[in-house]
């Protein structure tokens, strides 16, 4: 028996050519505590472009106070989960859950920091769907390089391989040696 999530993904990446968002099903199964993938699609994907004012909002954020930051990540969540209710309007769409991976503002995983705005409690508010985030913080805080998603996605959706690349703003490879994923 499998079970399935419905889920819409948000990234937004340092490239700032906008808000992806991805609508995305998994038919899966829990057996023993090993999770089997049965399969998996995406359903609808768009980029939205950003509007000139929050491109500079967000080009300006690495050098912004504390409480403009605050602010920025408060009402980027907001905006996300605007867009987010635009898009699943759009195309009569229902999810489980919004997994978002935020704005990455600062990424530093050999001083084991990083941040990623758009609030998750702003956009659960907004959009009145529960919210996954912050996803790279415990990884970095865990000596990792905040790339956990990357080695797990490889894992459970292209298991028949040993070697993957990722390229995005910028590369993961994750290797397969005997039963652990190295990123």
């Keep these: 028996f499998y079970k399935k999530y419905n889920v819409l ?3 937004s990446g340092s490239s700032l050519d906008g808000l992806d968002m ?5 038919k899966y199964a829990d057996r023993g505590g090993d999770l089997i993938v049965k399969d998996w699609n995406i359903e609808v994907a768009e980029t ?3 509007p000139d004012d929050w491109l500079e909002r967000l080009k300006k954020a690495p050098s912004v106070s504390g409480i403009e930051l605050s602010q920025l990540d408060a009402d980027l969540g907001r905006y996300f989960g605007v ?8 195309y009569d769409l229902k999810p489980d859950f919004i997994s978002s991976h935020g704005h990455t503002v600062f990424h530093y995983p050999d001083r084991q920091l990083t941040l990623q705005i758009g609030s998750g409690a702003a956009m659960a ?3 009145g769907y529960p919210v996954i985030d912050d996803f790279r913080v415990q990884d970095v805080a865990l000596s990792g ?5 990357a080695p797990i996605a490889d894992k459970y959706l292209f298991g028949d391989y040993d070697i993957w690349l990722n390229l995005g703003g910028i ?3 994750t290797v397969k040696k005997d039963d652990e994923y190295i990123a």
């Design 9 to 11: 993904g948000l990234m």
């Design 22 to 26: 991805a609508y995305c099903t998994f």
């Design 48 to 50: 939205i472009p950003y």
């Design 83 to 90: 867009q987010t209710l635009i898009f699943l309007g759009k």
């Design 125 to 127: 508010a907004i959009s």
């Design 145 to 149: 390089q905040g790339a956990p998603l």
């Design 171 to 173: 590369a993961n490879v």
